[in-house]
């Protein structure tokens, strides 16, 4: 069973900041790529942010410049500092985590939150 709970979402003013943070835990063996991925009504589920346990990122053109992804290995948990928000931005976000588990450890699977809201406006 693995679980990855994510927090820090709210509504937030054009302009400010918020740091949305997503921990893993279960019978984990290993993780791979960790992932941010945000869907705003209507609209498909986007990529945001991705990280290597190497600490590689890949970003959205969309918020370039403005959102750092970063992890911690230890804790098993990813960040997204998400800075200068517009109301573009407003969607819930979903944590992803590529990993190997105890009852599968040939094979790794995706695995998401339940996701955050975020919500940019005045």
């Known amino acids: 069973q693995v679980q990855l709970v994510e927090s820090g979402g709210g509504l937030v003013q054009p302009g400010g900041s918020l740091r949305l943070s997503c921990a893993a835990s279960g019978s984990i063996v290993r993780i791979y790529a960790m992932g941010w991925y945000r869907q705003a009504p209507g609209m498909q589920r986007e990529m945001v942010a991705t990280?290597?346990?190497?600490?590689?990122?890949n970003y959205a053109d969309s918020v370039k410049g403005r959102f750092t992804i970063s992890r911690d290995n230890a804790k098993n948990t990813v960040y997204l500092q998400m800075n200068s928000l517009k109301p573009e931005d407003t969607a819930v976000y979903y944590c992803?985590?590529?990993?190997?588990?105890?009852?599968?450890?040939?094979?790794?699977?995706?695995?998401w939150g339940q996701g955050t809201q975020v919500t940019v406006s005045s």
């Open positions: 992803n985590a590529r990993l190997t588990t105890y009852s599968r450890p040939y094979n790794s699977y995706d695995y």
């Open positions: 990280i290597t346990s190497g600490g590689s990122t």
